[in-house]
T-cell receptor, first 116, second 113 residues
Framework: SQQGEEDPQALSIQEGENATMNCSYKTSINNLQWYRQNSGRGLVHLILIRSNEREKHSGRLRVTLDTSKKSSSLLITASRAADTASYFCATDHDRDSGAGSYQLTFGKGTKLSVIP | EPEVTQTPSHQVTQMGQEVILRCVPISNHLYFYWYRQILGQKVEFLVSFYNNEISEKSEIFDDQFSVERPDGSNFTLKIRSTKLEDSAMYFC???????????FGSGTRLTVV
């Protein structure tokens, strides 16, 4: 798989349930970020976890990072219909430039549908 | 909360025409990026810009693309002689000096006909 691959590709749950999305990557990273995108809209930054962190919380979001397995998970608790969107993980790693460009490499995303 | 503003939100252009996509970054951000997302596909890095020059570019960013920050505020992406396959959502993103999350603009949907 490519850098920043999420699974599942699509997830459908009932409102109130928890949603878990996973992301795997290949190369070493500085940090890993999760973004949300409503259909045809812009990317909204949700949470960033640094390579030396293992878990991070923000409201109903919980992100874990396992650098030994090169994987991360995003958990959304008590989901709401408004959480329906695509969720992307993106890895941030400085490439050869050394210029600190820290470009992001995105996965294909998980399309989450929360049914009211 | 500070925003990255992109204009226009939607642009339709004829194949072979030039387009300029504009972005107003957050004022104290130093690193600027363009990404694109072809419909149904992943977001792809195009170019990064720092200290008034390109710091890195992807294979996608060929000679038909250029970026500049002409007046110290707007950050523009120019696509010369557009092709059908340039149809995509183009996102501007900016970042401050720290290793923090990026702020993305809401995107410009480019349709080449």
């Amino acid at each position: 798989s490519q850098q920043g691959e999420e699974d599942p590709q699509a997830l459908s749950i009932q409102e109130g349930e928890n949603a878990t999305m996973n992301c795997s990557y290949k190369t070493s990273i500085n940090n890993l970020q999760w973004y949300r995108q409503n259909s045809g809209r812009g990317l909204v930054h949700l949470i960033l976890i640094r390579s030396n962190e293992r878990e991070k919380h923000s409201g109903r979001l919980r992100v874990t990072l396992d650098t030994s397995k090169k994987s991360s998970s995003l958990l959304i608790t008590a989901s709401r219909a408004a959480d329906t969107a695509s969720y992307f993980c993106a890895t941030d790693h400085d490439r050869d430039s050394g210029a600190g460009s820290y470009q992001l490499t995105f996965g294909k995303g998980t399309k989450l549908s929360v049914i009211p | 909360e500070p925003e990255v503003t992109q204009t226009p939100s939607h642009q339709v252009t004829q194949m072979g025409q030039e387009v300029i996509l504009r972005c107003v970054p957050i004022s104290n951000h130093l690193y600027f990026y363009w990404y694109r997302q072809i419909l149904g596909q992943k977001v792809e890095f195009l170019v990064s810009f720092y200290n008034n020059e390109i710091s890195e570019k992807s294979e996608i960013f060929d000679d038909q693309f250029s970026v500049e920050r002409p007046d110290g505020s707007n950050f523009t992406l120019k696509i010369r002689s557009t092709k059908l396959e340039d149809s995509a959502m183009y996102f501007c993103a900016t970042r401050d000096r720290g290793l923090n999350g990026y702020t993305f603009g809401s995107g410009t949907r480019l349709t080449v006909v």
